[in-house]
C-alpha cells in the first residue's frame, strides 16, 4: 500500500513537472517575442512622416521605387501600377491617403490608409489594429478578364468599389482590414519611413 501511495505521488509530481515546463516554455517566450516584435515594427503607433504639401501638392519623403521593390519582393503584390499619395484640398477641406495598387494572382488588389494632415506635412500613423481607414481592398472579376478601383467622396480619393475595365462580366469588392496582409504591407511602409 505505501509503494503505491508512493509511486502515485511521484507520478503526480513527474507530471505536475511537465505539464509546467510545457507551459513556461512556451507561452511567456512567444507572447513576449510577438509583443516585442508589433511594438519595433509600429513604434506604438508613433506618426511618420510620409510627405510635404508643395505648392498644393503632396510630395512623397519616401522613394516609390525601394516601396514597389520591398512589397513586390514580399509576395504581397505580383505587379504594382501606382504607390501615391493623393491629396486634395478645397478651403478649409482636406483629405489624403496614400493609395498602392497592383495585382495578386488575377484579382486587382490595393492598400488604402487615411492620412494626418498637420499644415505642410502629411503622416502614416500606423497601428497594431488597422481600422476601417486602413484597409486590403480587392477586385474580383467574374467574366471580366480586368477589373478597376472606383474612388468616391471628398475629392473622389477614396476606394469605395470596383468596376470592370475589359469585357461583359462584373467585378466583386471586397474591403478586409484586420488580416495578416494588411499588417505585412505597414510593417515594409513603416519600415521605409523610419529609416
Known sequence: MKTKTLFFSLSLIVVAAIIF?????NSPSTTHKDDSAKNTVYSGGTPLLIANIVNGNAVPVFDKDTLANSLLTSGLFDNISAADIDYGVSGAQEAAFITIIGHKSNDAVAFQAELDIRGTEIYFTPTEEPVQTMAKHTCTG????????IRTGLFNLKITGCECKTGD??????VTSDNGWVFQVVSILAAILGS
Open 21 to 25: 515546463i510545457a507551459c513556461n516554455k
Open 142 to 149: 467574374h467574366g471580366c478578364s480586368s477589373c478597376k478601383f
Open 169 to 174: 462580366g462584373n467585378c466583386d469588392h471586397t
